[in-house]
């Protein structure tokens, strides 16, 4: 049994040898970088509460939930290119955003294209998700 509060290195290879997935097949029903798996297993990273959840639900759909998008349990990731996220937070999440935020920091031309790139688009509304930000882009008092 998978509990949210301590999800050991084991737990996960565990699952992915009970399941019979390989890693990226993990990775695809989760919706993380394989990357993130390959890290939970080594024991440097530990799972988010989500994809905690994710893996009880798996073990107790069987594998097949994670091949067949159509039984409800994610076989993809989360946001893909072109694709909007389901909230604004959602893609603090996304591992290739942070991607991106490293290759802006270590490479200063790329944040010159992306800098100019950005000027073509519009501010975006404020949302519920940006608690104190006004419509005329102030912040409020």
Avoid: N
């Avoid at 890290?39 to 639900?57: C, H, I, L, N, S």
């Avoid at 893609?91 to 200063?108: E, M, Q, S, T």
């Amino acid at each position: 049994m998978l509990s949210s509060r301590c999800v050991l290195a084991e737990d996960v290879q565990k699952l992915r040898k009970e399941l019979r997935l390989t890693l990226r097949e993990l990775a695809a029903a989760l919706r993380v970088d394989p990357k993130e798996i390959a890290a939970w297993e080594a024991g440097e990273r530990f799972p988010t509460k989500r994809a905690v959840e994710a893996m009880q639900r798996l073990r107790e759909q069987g594998a097949a939930a994670a091949r067949e998008p159509s039984t409800g349990a994610p076989a993809t990731r989360e946001t893909s290119a072109g694709a909007a996220p389901r909230s604004d937070l959602a893609r603090l999440a996304d591992p290739d955003f942070w991607g991106i935020v490293r290759k802006l920091v270590a490479h200063p031309a790329f944040f010159t294209e992306v800098r100019a790139l950005a000027e073509k688009y519009p501010d975006p509304e404020p949302s519920a998700s940006q608690p104190g930000a006004r419509r005329d882009g102030s912040k409020g008092a």
